[in-house]
């Protein structure tokens, strides 16, 4: 009878260490593609990105560099005061969106050209990503409206 017991202990264990590997596993599987690093335009220049790899790239949206071409293309720069990376965005903008003001977009690099698939901008007059004040804060170019 123990060992009948034994048998069912070490089964339950075996099947539930192979679950605990699966879900692990698909885990790891689902958030390959879900997690996206974010860049600064410094660190895409110093440090380009591989072929095809999707990540975030932020910063300020230099002046005078927001172009609205055919249909609902855009195109614009992004500067962390060092590098500037130019970007091309194909649907519609966030109402908030400006020339001057911080963002981050989530693409990839197609040669020399940031491609974004999503854009997103601050919420209101005082918001700038975290990501985005410190990438400034590095570069010395960012001031805090606060001090």
Known sequence: MKS??????IQ?????????GLAAVLIGYG????????RAPTQVV?????????FRLGGL????????????T?????TDGD?????????????????GQGMIGTG?????????????????ENYMPKEVIDSLKATGVYEDPNS
Request: net charge negative; proline share 5%; charged share 25%.
């Open 74 to 78: 855009i195109s614009f720069s992004v």
């Open 108 to 124: 990839k690099m197609q040669g020399e050209t940031f491609v974004a698939t999503e854009i997103l901008a601050k919420h209101d």
């Open 83 to 99: 590098y500037s990376i130019p970007v091309s965005f194909t649907g519609v903008l966030p109402d908030l969106f400006e020339e």
């Open 31 to 38: 958030f390959q593609d879900g997690i996206n690093l974010y």
């Open 61 to 72: 949206v230099e002046d005078g560099t927001l172009t609205r071409g055919a249909g609902e």
């Open 4 to 9: 009948l017991k034994k048998k069912r202990r």
């Open 46 to 54: 110093e440090e380009p990105p591989s072929d095809g790899e999707v």
């Open 12 to 20: 339950i264990l075996i099947a539930a260490a192979l679950a605990i």
